[in-house]
């Protein structure tokens, strides 16, 4: 079966690596396929594939869409009902993720559902519709066309799909008129709550668990027959990973004491937690002064987040007992980098964040994992539904504080009887990531729902006459929104020009 695997950027492609090696294995071709390079390794991914089997892999970027005349006012449509999608009730309390959703809508958008009518439950739902239908008329362009015509296909796999503005809708709609089956691969435990909406259904979706099935059923309006739960392929290799290293090497590695135990800081995203630093350090300095001696003199190795390091590089903390490391942060997208993180969890007698996945990691290992609620991250935290899974699901991941006091003794308890708060995370693993069995890879059951789409038949999609004048009528709105963009990036080349010559 020949694959395309279209991606925002390769970087994505870590959370499919297990997957895409089984494929391959399999005897599948698959070709991968990117909107933009990156800056988190996704390449190297790509060569870690390509030397395990140089002929199932190849890889190239979506050519320019420039000179599409619909292509700049399809996602400006579409970054408007992203927004208005996070004006509804469920998001009352996400204020970060609603702030985040504005600042990438067009203006107009944004003062539309301010008005008095406009913004009232009657009023979004007019927008909607008035938006969805012009949206749904518009030619997908002749990219993805023409891409997916070179390429010949037998399916189309799809992450993340439902970025703001995603410009993969085009091609999901391409591959429909082909009767190219599609399947949407989720690809992280946050994408169907904190990002935009799937403006295409796909044919099929997989999922990492029920939680997620639920989540594309009521909030995208996926049918649940469409929704194959997977597990979290992403995190099959944890399940078989061992350390690199013994306690005191690791320790003697990060510049930390063997003597006391590690209580580990996996730090979050720059959306999550923009300035992380002096949370920490308020977090430091209350774990000195515990009445606990375990704890007052244990050592703390920070890890700073792949995308969120720089506020990390010139922090110093006056204490032998802490360590920054990998001080610029580091994505464990090979053997080395993924051997010191799990390195990292395994030593490490509980991990502390803020909500980050790699809390989840932590759980697989077996770490107890800790979080204290901070009024610096409420909009990130009980502001986001993500967070709730940790909660919630099969009893919790996380010993959750209010405060640092609370913290503290939660931190004691973990250190009296650590066995019993692995066992907690081994049940939010066994429901969250691994919900067809604990000894079973995700990744089978990934590949064997891709293997299924070439049972699929897609019912073809034609633009209706309707559609036609529709796009007639909306061309004037098109040129006027590529006029706004050359203006816009004249005036910031006047501007570049000007702070060069400054």
């Not at 002929?55 to 700049?72: E, I």
Request: positive net charge; charged residues 25%; contains cysteine.
């Amino acid at each position: 079966m020949k694959i395309l695997f279209y991606v925002s950027h390769f970087g994505f492609l870590r959370n499919f690596e297990p997957a895409l090696r089984l494929l391959a294995q399999r005897g599948h071709k698959v070709h991968l396929l990117a909107d933009r390079r990156d800056r988190l390794g996704g390449t190297r991914t790509i060569d870690n594939l390509t030397a395990a089997a140089p002929d199932a892999f190849t890889s190239s970027y979506v050519p320019s869409r420039k000179g599409d005349p619909f292509h700049l006012l399809s996602l400006k449509l579409r970054l408007s009902l992203d927004y208005w999608r996070y004006l509804e009730p469920r998001y009352d309390r996400a204020t970060s993720l609603r702030a985040r959703a504005a600042r990438q809508a067009p203006v107009a958008a944004v003062r539309a559902a301010g008005l008095p009518l406009m913004g009232s439950r009657a009023g979004l739902a007019l927008l909607r519709a008035v938006a969805r239908r012009a949206e749904r008329a518009l030619p997908t362009g002749v990219v993805p066309a023409a891409v997916l015509d070179e390429l010949r296909p037998d399916v189309l796999l799809v992450t993340p799909l439902l970025y703001f503005g995603s410009p993969q809708v085009d091609f999901v709609r391409a591959a429909g008129d082909r009767g190219i089956p599609v399947c949407h691969c989720v690809g992280s435990w946050d994408h169907l709550t904190t990002k935009g909406m799937i403006h295409e259904i796909p044919d099929r979706m997989t999922v990492w668990n029920e939680m997620q099935r639920r989540e594309a059923s009521e909030i995208h309006g996926v049918a649940p027959e469409r929704v194959v739960v997977t597990g979290a392929q992403a995190y099959d290799h944890w399940f078989t990973q061992q350390p690199s290293r013994t306690r005191e090497q690791f320790c003697a590695n990060v510049g930390l004491s063997p003597e006391q135990l590690v209580l580990l800081y996996l730090c979050s995203s720059p959306f999550i937690a923009p300035h992380e630093v002096p949370f920490v350090r308020r977090w430091i300095a209350a774990l000195r002064g515990s009445s606990d001696r375990r704890i007052r003199d244990a050592n703390v190795l920070i890890r700073p987040h792949p995308q969120n390091a720089e506020q990390w590089r010139d922090v110093e903390i006056d204490d032998p007992r802490v360590a920054i490391h990998p001080r610029a942060g580091a994505n464990p997208v090979d053997i080395d980098a993924r051997a010191e993180y799990f390195d990292s969890m395994f030593h490490a007698v509980a991990v502390v964040g803020i909500n980050t996945s790699a809390l989840i990691e932590s759980g697989i290992v077996g770490r107890p994992v800790c979080a204290i609620q901070a009024e610096d991250f409420a909009g990130t935290q009980e502001g986001t539904l993500h967070f709730q899974h940790l909660k919630e699901v099969n009893g919790g991941l996380l010993q959750l504080a209010p405060t640092f006091e609370v913290h503290l003794e939660q931190l004691s308890s973990i250190l009296a009887d650590p066995q019993s708060f692995a066992a907690r995370s081994r049940a939010f693993v066994e429901a969250f990531v691994r919900p067809n069995g604990m000894a079973a890879p995700a990744a089978e059951y990934f590949v064997t729902a891709i293997e299924a789409l070439r049972q699929i038949r897609p019912e073809r999609h034609r633009r209706s006459v309707i559609d036609h004048v529709l796009t007639r009528l909306l061309a004037p709105a098109a040129h006027a929104a590529e006029l706004a963009a050359a203006r816009r990036k004249a005036g910031r080349t006047r501007k570049d020009r000007g702070g060069a010559t400054a």
